[in-house]
């Protein structure tokens, strides 16, 4: 049951002007509205729920408070920015969230001039909220740069690289550290709202100031002496001494749902003149919706459910999904061989790791938001002798290109790379799709591309990598379910290099890499009852390529076409270079690469996606047809 709720007060709110225009003392009623619309919303579309609860009350704060879209507010990540979504114009679109056409699940420019930064990927938005401030400080325009990060956004060193560099900013950067999971903070209260209050007050920052110029001009012993006692008192009482040694004022910890502290703490740090100045926030996931409070990581991101029980829309159950298969196979190499071992950059769960902690809990590690450092931590552990998993989501290995390069290819290092989400990803839009990693790796000296066709491939792959000690190796799989195909009983150590033949004809051959495997398939037969017999491999390999197969279907076909779910300078590229270099192509070969297109897809249901993109069976029957130069309709006489 998702009906709408009764909201009176929200429905006079469509824009932060008119929020400002409210009494203090209607807030709360407005944010028990904002707390009900938005449950009853993400009820009907699915997305994420937790993060978004935990900040009600503190977006509220945020928009009373300061001036925006004058003033930037920066939602790290963002994928808790549905409660600023309702409240900057956007409530009578809540309810398309992350559908095809619909609102983003995160913050996008082009949607609204309140997202001043778009955001999906983690720990980016104390630099972004810094850009902001300093350029309008140049400009002598009005207008701070505000960031709100959580704590586990935290964990990652860019988010330090910025606040190590934010002093030039003065007051026009405030950041928000939204604390709601690692418990940096000892519990808040009354006494912690005073102290808040006290030292985020105009007096008492202004004191800081005049002090730290006056012990300036001492001498450096007495300078260093006087320092040290205030950072001591000053960490005593607040807890803020990092903070406080990185060129911010810290004012916290206060209690994020209680707007009776939040809105003078806020107003006096938007009038202080002080900065920069880091507001320690303690909230809680879900707040507001026992079933969320109750079970924070199940209420993390949800399908569609039930208000009044909580209770999750149900898949239909089918096919296990690529990342269980991943991690349950892991784990059960893992029981033979001491030497393997999994790292995951704060997403077990999303990438199967969780399951292999289970059965192997010593030799699990997430360590956090930091793909840099899991690059290199497991190049140093293949260093050492281990047999390192890597287990990260394709858009998030971009953070490490340079630590898989230096620290890994270079050195012709036997780091195991398991790449999920490859591949167009639905829901989660551009930010999430996996579409480069073949291009950027499969560059890459001593490197290996593989990437399954269907779950089956997968098992072979992850035992294939395990036994695969003379350089670095990766392999690509995508987001959700499998094909449906039987997992082996005992998997099989592949060839390196080596593709198959699923299907032998003589005109026209399918070069297929990754799980469009499938789509093929279909594409032949199409071909066939056209008339035009038709080959499909599966090539198994970006790099290195089975060099001996394409040759031989090149020299005895006569249309040659790649397809992938990747971006250009993949699998078709590689292939053509090859073509290219051996003198393959001869005037009677005709070689086309079908791949994703030159663009950021909006998010969809995957099956619209890779419509979009080309990339199923119509448009490759389409291709061949077009290559052959018959007079195609184009793709409705594909479908035919």
Same mark, same amino acid.
């Given at each position: ?47 994420? +729920? ?30 808790? @920015?549905?409660?600023?979504? &309702? +409240? ?57 740069? &505000? ?11 860019? @988010? ?23 418990? &940096? ?24 100031? +005049? ?5 300036? $001009? ?27 040694? +990185? %060129? ?37 996931? %879900? ?26 829309? $149900? ?58 450092? @899991? ?53 989660? %839009? ?42 670095? &190796? ?18 099989? $150590? ?12 003589? $005109? ?15 594409? @032949? ?116």
């Amino acid at each position: 049951m998702t009906s709408r709720p009764v909201t009176p007060l929200l429905d006079t709110v469509d824009t932060p002007t008119d929020l400002r225009k409210l009494d203090p003392g209607q807030l709360r009623q407005l944010a028990d509205e904002l707390r009900a619309e938005m449950i009853s919303a993400v009820g009907t579309t699915g997305g994420h +729920l937790g993060s978004g609860l935990g900040v009600v009350e503190l977006t509220v704060a945020l928009h009373y408070v300061f001036d925006t879209p004058t003033d930037k507010l920066i939602w790290d990540v963002g994928h808790q @920015a549905y409660p600023h979504k &309702i +409240l900057t114009g956007r409530r009578d679109r809540i309810r398309t969230l992350r559908q095809g056409g619909g609102l983003s699940g995160f913050t996008k420019r082009s949607e609204s001039e309140y997202d001043p930064f778009g955001a999906a990927h983690s720990s980016t938005s104390i630099s972004a909220a810094l850009g902001f401030a300093i350029a309008n400080k140049l400009k002598r325009q009005p207008g701070r740069g &505000i960031a709100v990060i959580g704590d586990g956004a935290m964990s990652a060193g860019m @988010a330090y690289e910025a606040m190590n560099n934010a002093e030039a900013a003065g007051d026009r950067l405030v950041v928000i550290l939204n604390d709601n999971d690692m418990s &940096i903070a000892p519990p808040v209260g009354g006494l912690s709202a005073y102290l808040a209050r006290m030292v985020s007050s105009s007096e008492y920052l202004g004191l800081r100031s +005049l002090a730290k110029r006056l012990t300036a $001009k001492l001498s450096r012993r007495l300078n260093h002496g006087l320092e040290k006692a205030e950072e001591f008192t000053r960490g005593m009482v607040t807890g803020g001494t990092l903070f406080e040694e +990185l %060129g911010f004022y810290y004012v916290g910890p206060i209690d994020g749902h209680n707007l009776d502290h939040l809105i003078p703490v806020l107003e006096n740090v938007r009038d202080s003149g002080q900065g920069p100045i880091l507001v320690h926030v303690v909230t809680q996931k %879900g707040k507001g919706y026992a079933p969320a409070e109750n079970s924070a990581d199940k209420y993390h991101g949800v399908q569609k459910f039930d208000v009044i029980t909580g209770e999750q829309a $149900k898949s239909a159950g089918g096919p296990p999904s690529y990342q269980n298969v991943f991690g349950d196979a892991l784990a059960k190499l893992a029981e033979t061989d001491d030497r393997i071992c999994a790292i995951t950059a704060a997403m077990p769960s999303g990438t199967g790791v969780d399951r292999f902690a289970k059965a192997h809990p010593t030799r699990a590690f997430d360590v956090g938001i930091a793909e840099q450092h @899991a690059v290199t931590f497991a190049a140093g552990l293949a260093a050492q002798g281990m047999r390192p998993f890597c287990a990260i989501y394709s858009t998030f290995l971009q953070r490490a290109f340079d630590q898989v390069v230096h620290d890994v290819a270079i050195q012709n290092l036997p780091v195991r790379f398991a790449i999920d989400r490859a591949g167009l990803v639905g829901a989660d %839009g551009a930010t999430h799709a996996g579409s480069f990693d073949v291009t950027y790796l499969a560059t890459l000296p001593n490197m290996v591309v593989m990437a399954p066709a269907d779950e089956a491939e997968l098992v072979h792959m992850t035992y294939t990598a395990a036994e695969h000690d003379s350089g670095p &190796i990766a392999f690509r799989y995508p987001r959700g379910s499998g094909t449906g195909i039987a997992l082996p009983d005992t998997p099989q $150590k592949l060839e390196i290099g080596r593709g198959r033949v699923t299907r032998e004809g003589t $005109k026209v051959a399918l070069l297929s890499l990754g799980t469009r495997l499938a789509e093929a398939e279909k594409a @032949a037969d199409a071909l066939e009852a056209k008339g035009l017999s038709t080959t499909v491999a599966d090539l198994r390999f970006a790099k290195p390529l089975d060099t001996a197969l394409i040759d031989r279907l090149m020299r005895t076909h006569e249309v040659v076409v790649t397809v992938e779910e990747g971006a250009i300078g993949g699998l078709g590229a590689h292939v053509l270079t090859h073509a290219s270099d051996e003198a393959l192509l001869d005037a009677g070969l005709k070689i086309r690469t079908m791949r994703l297109p030159d663009l950021f897809q909006d998010h969809d249901d995957p099956v619209k996606q890779y419509d979009v993109a080309g990339l199923n069976a119509p448009h490759i029957v389409d291709t061949v047809l077009k290559a052959l130069r018959h007079n195609s309709a184009g793709v409705e006489e594909a479908r035919a």
